[in-house]
């Protein structure tokens, strides 16, 4: 097969860790027998300082003609606490989201048992732990009319959704519970807010296309709570941007795995894989940050594109990496710790 | 001194609760000389089947006369999952909140030691935590302009808020902290809401009338990861509504003690005390379900009125009958379970 991919590696670590990803996703190519062209572009802070714009036309064109894109992380403290800031990263962000349409954040929750005991929950709160958090990702308050009134001294934002919307979402989740355990849980505040009824009514009108799937509905606040006392009882969930935004955060700290959560944002075409973590300015250039986050989520991408050996092969070098502890900093525990770039050669080699 | 209650059961186990809260704070007036009278009105699902109205006129006029309200817990499964139902308890709720004005929802999270086992986080990490969330109650999206166009096709609601709702929390915020740690993080998603960077700087103008406390400014999401991770590192938290919901919800959870967790709601000059949890509908009538939520709400009610000995009694008792293991199944472990009524007896006599 021959992949195109569009390399975004971003700000922070960003650089580090998607150097890995591509030192392992070559690796499969040459096992496999297929061939990647990869195209990097500019996104984020980076792509501020160069072209005064965090997602720009040229980096959008780069990324339409891929088959997909790899990214890394944006975001950069000198943006933080200025609220009168006129160029974001996020806002790169957002307008890659909206322009790419990847109205689907695919995040899955699992764990290591290797790295169980990093979890902040009791080990028997959290073992078993496979869940998926379908995001929607381009609309919801994110893309609403906002503005001020009164002279500044009253601010709004709209959350609107469109029953369009809610369907191609949920179809995307009916059809992923399919291929698992067949449970799907749609996670709203249709106690108040009009724009959750329409999405409980949408899903409950496609409940009867989906006779086997067995189909849930909890309100916001009371899944932040039981993601924290038993994330083993979800599967399969649907929300909406907001929800979906603070939601997967939450679940991406209890496996206590966050440095290696993949995700995926997927459209009717585009596709987009990037680890959860952030940028981490802290920590960037010093070849400190864990790659793995990266590396499956190339995996992820190798998944959608039926190449699911090739996936797998690079599941089983991570799984091979963590059991012999070949890692960085965060997970050596008082053994060695390996570079990032190390931990990419190793990987890169044993696949 | 002499305090006018309104009493609103509500549904579930609203009553029962009540009761023993009832029993206790008579017990606390006997012995501190203070004159309690008590004004039951209906209100939740109650309501709606005696009058059809969850949040009745004549409620809230006994509520505006009382000197506070003491407040049980609203809400029934037949209301669940009907999307279309015209009249639910929880608008009974809302509509209390604005008329009442209660526009602070002041809700402390903290552990007893020898309830720490039942967190779902390890020991280390929830040890120690004592934290409080000041979340706005009476604005933001639960109070937008809210509707469908499209002929039902598309949803929408309006997040809205003024400089002046934003200060007033604030003020509560900054002048909680000043009685604590001096530490206040305003949670907000400033890197994407209008509303939000509204919030960022109403309360960054705020900080100079304050120089002793020291400010943080957080995103929602960080903040529903670190809240898991290290909720001991928070102190005092600001916050809008939909965000307030689901933290407050996320960190009722942490503790292990969400069945003992109390909290006030406050405005200009109402004041309503209610404990977090629901109104359990499985439990109701059966003396079983947990009173001491409800209990140590009344010593928040004590301690606002600046009867902070008697609020101290309460507390004391409250602690007394945790390590003498006076307490409903709920917290058991195998030992002797005491019905609702049999722990409030209990509580009352030991004042
Ligand atoms: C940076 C921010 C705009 C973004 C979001 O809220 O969507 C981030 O938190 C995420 O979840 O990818
Ligand atoms: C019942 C519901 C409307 C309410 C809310 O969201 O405010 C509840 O969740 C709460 O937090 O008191």
């Not at 902040?120 to 503005?147: A, H, N, Q, S, V």
């Not at 698992?180 to 009108?205: F, I, M, P, Y």
């Amino acid at each position: 097969m021959k992949l195109n991919i569009a390399l975004l590696a971003g700000d922070g670590i960003g650089p580090e860790v998607i150097d890995q990803a591509v030192k392992v996703s070559n690796a499969i190519a040459k096992k496999f027998n297929h061939e990647i062209n990869w195209t990097p572009a500019l996104t984020g802070a980076a792509a501020i300082d160069a072209v005064g714009e965090p997602y720009p036309d040229e980096t959008h064109a780069i990324c339409e003609a891929a088959d997909a894109v790899l990214f890394g992380a944006i975001g950069h403290p000198r943006f933080d606490n200025d609220p009168s800031a006129k160029v974001r990263p996020e806002q790169g962000l957002l307008k890659m989201r909206q322009k790419l349409g990847l109205f689907a954040n695919v995040r899955p929750t699992f764990t290591f048992p290797s790295l169980i005991d990093k979890s902040p929950l009791k080990r028997e709160r959290i073992e078993g732990t496979d869940l998926i958090i379908l995001r929607e990702l381009t609309g919801g308050i994110y893309f609403g009319e906002r503005g001020r009134k009164d002279n500044g001294d009253t601010a709004f934002d709209t959350c609107t959704y469109t029953r369009a919307e809610v369907q191609r979402l949920a179809k995307k989740g009916f059809e992923l519970a399919m291929t698992r355990s067949k449970k799907l849980c749609c996670v709203d505040k249709a106690n108040v807010l009009e724009s959750s009824r329409l999405w409980r009514e949408t899903v409950q009108a496609m409940e009867k296309e989906y006779p086997e799937v067995e189909v849930s509905y909890e309100f916001v606040d009371a899944v932040a709570m039981r993601l924290v006392q038993w994330p083993n009882s979800y599967d399969v969930m649907i929300t909406e941007n907001l929800f979906g935004d603070i939601l997967t955060d939450e679940a991406s700290v209890i496996s206590g795995s966050m440095g290696l959560m993949p995700s995926a944002s997927v459209g009717e075409k585009a596709k987009l894989y990037e680890p959860i973590h952030g940028s981490y300015p802290q920590a960037a250039g010093k070849d400190i940050a864990n790659p793995l986050a990266t590396v499956l989520s190339a995996a992820m991408l190798f998944e959608d594109f039926k190449l699911v050996d090739e996936a797998q092969a690079i599941r089983d070098v991570v799984n091979k990496s963590l059991a012999e502890g070949i890692v960085t900093e965060d997970l050596s525990e008082g053994g060695k710790a390996y570079k990032t770039s190390e931990v990419g050669d190793w990987l890169a080699e044993n696949i």
